[in-house]
């Protein structure tokens, strides 16, 4: 069972900053960011495949967001810049298994097998 655990959650003000961070406990195929603000659905940011590191983005976030993993460290990232209120929630790091490379460019919670705990970000205005 891969184990994720996010990090870099914070407050911060709109238009500011922040890096989310996510360690996997082994190597996975294609990884991806997911956010859920209360009361909402949870829906996706961005994600990364594992070999071509081709990415995937929101609509949302596009221009603002970037996703990166560093295999080595068997680490995803997520920096987020010109953050808004609507940025805030629990962000959350999914992965798929460590065979499955691609991401096929579907942003959808229902292809990762594999979540962690998630972290809070809150945008103040």
């Known amino acids: 069972q891969v184990r994720l655990v996010e990090s870099g959650g914070g407050s911060v003000q709109a238009g500011g900053s922040l890096r989310l961070s996510c360690v996997a406990s082994?190597?996975?195929?294609?990884m991806g960011w997911f956010r859920q603000a209360p009361g909402k659905e949870r829906e996706g940011v961005a994600m990364?495949?594992?070999?071509?590191?081709?990415?995937e983005y929101a609509d949302s976030v596009k221009g603002r967001f970037s996703i990166s993993r560093d295999t080595t460290k068997n680490t995803l990232y997520l920096s987020m810049s010109s953050l808004k209120p609507e940025d805030g929630g629990t962000y959350y790091c999914?992965?798929?298994?460590?065979?499955?490379?691609?991401?096929?460019?579907?942003?959808?919670?229902?292809?990762?097998?594999?979540w962690g705990q998630g972290t809070q970000v809150t945008v103040s205005s």
């Open positions: 999914a992965a798929r298994r460590w065979w499955e490379n691609a991401c096929n460019g579907v942003l959808t919670p229902t292809i990762f097998p594999y």
């Open positions: 082994e190597n996975t195929g294609c």
């Open positions: 990364i495949d594992s070999g071509s590191s081709a990415t």
